[in-house]
């Protein structure tokens, strides 16, 4: 790795359970992420390719100008539409591989058409927000489009056919011209802009592939051994297990089922309340970061406070209570807040690695680990120990952008196949469950939250 950088943005909630962002701050973050990562490196740049959040939505015109604040995957305004897809045949339910959810694609263009009628109108393309930021540096003389990654988790695609499921699309009353062409990751969508090159700081004319969903760019870069699974923590948590056909002919209630890079799929569980949640609790409670995962330093106690994440509420999850604490009593001070936190966070997730349990066999034999707060040894053990499962550290870390970098290498013939590449430098030493208190707190928080007894 010879340069990265970063930029933040934030997420606006103009009610509750929505969930925007002006594209315009993509376009300004990746504009000073790009600059930092390329200032110190004085390297060639050969090719570039974009990776972004799945689920959102983008209305555009055909020269990529805005029409509305992006809609993002944590938006649950799309309820009715949602439930809308249980009219349709079963048999066009099982080829789109994944159960109706408001956050996604689908239903939220179903939304948009029935709520905001004019703009869905003028609108000439629906975009992911991937494919809107590559939109946007590669013009409007390039026919816009998206990857079978991002496609797969919009509700409108065959998962086995590879294509966008256009009965499906009819059946709900949407416009099939709205949906942009499907292309492979790796393929070159076009030159980079002169105009888009001068504020990214890079030579015009650079190879722009059409690159992948994040998470399907995280598991290219794992290159993870048989039976092993992924755990990537960020503002949600994704844990992800692979498997080699291209899916379909089924929808797991608790699982999501999508396209991978190399032609094959995964099977996801994802986890909303993760990095959003336990922002939330360290600003309410004013602790840095810092304060919040020293926490996770301390020894398992039975009486820890039970805390329940669920503040933006979890996909399939229809629980009117919200998150909250319980148990406690005036002996507990702030840090045991900050520590049930943590605690509630690794039992989501536990719940969710239980899910996968139940549908892939053999189960995962270990997991590598990769995300924001995945460096902090502590934080590292109280997961090890949350999920019962070795947990493997990426070394290198920033797995979506590695993948994202291996598929501009293999678009611009530097990378021979995207799949022929080397692992991420995992760290050769597992944390491993070392707490018996672990699997007692687990089932009072999963009595506490009504999961079920896996």
Known sequence: MLGQGSAAYQVSTPRPGWAEIDPEHWWQAACLAVRAAVGPAQAQVAGLAVTGQMHGVVLCTERAVVLRPAITWLDRRAETEAADYQRLPQSMLARLGNAPSPGMAGPILAWLARHEPDVYRRARWMLPPKDWLRFRLTGSGVQAATDPTDASGTLLFDLARGEWAMDVVRALGLRPDILPAIRPSAEIAGPLLPSAAEQLGLPPGL????????????????????????????????????????????????????????????????????????????????????????????????????????????????????????????????????????????????????????????????????????????????????????????????????????????????????KATVRSGQNDEAIVAASQLAEHSYHRFASAASLPNH
Not at 244 to 255: A, F, H, S
Request: proline share 8%; net charge negative; glycine share 14%.
């Open 207 to 418: 190879p722009v592939a059409t690159g992948a969903a994040d998470t399907a760019a995280s598991l290219l870069a794992a290159h993870l051994p048989p039976h092993w699974g992924l755990l990537i923590l960020g503002t949600g948590g994704q844990l992800i297990v692979p498997r080699p056909d291209p899916g379909g002919g089924g929808v797991d209630p608790r699982l999501n089922l999508f396209r991978s890079v190399d032609g094959g799929s995964y099977w996801l569980a994802g986890a909303q309340n993760v990095g959003v949640t336990l922002d939330w609790v360290r600003r309410t409670l004013g602790a840095s970061w810092d304060e919040l995962y020293r926490t996770a330093e301390r020894p398992w106690q039975a009486d820890t406070p039970v805390f329940l994440p669920y503040l933006a509420g979890e996909r399939w999850d229809h629980r009117d209570s919200g998150g909250a604490w319980t148990g406690l009593t005036l002996a507990h001070q702030r840090d045991d807040l900050l520590r049930a936190a943590l605690e509630g966070i690794a039992f989501l997730l536990r719940g969710k690695l239980d899910d996968l349990r139940a549908r892939c066999a053999p189960d995962p034999v270990a997991m590598q680990l990769a995300g924001g707060g995945s460096a902090l040894p502590a934080w590292r053990q109280l997961l090890a120990d949350a999920l019962a499962v070795p947990l493997y550290p990426v070394g290198a870390g920033w797995l979506t952008a590695r993948g994202a970098a291996q598929i501009a290498g293999t678009a611009t013939g530097l990378v021979p196949d995207a």
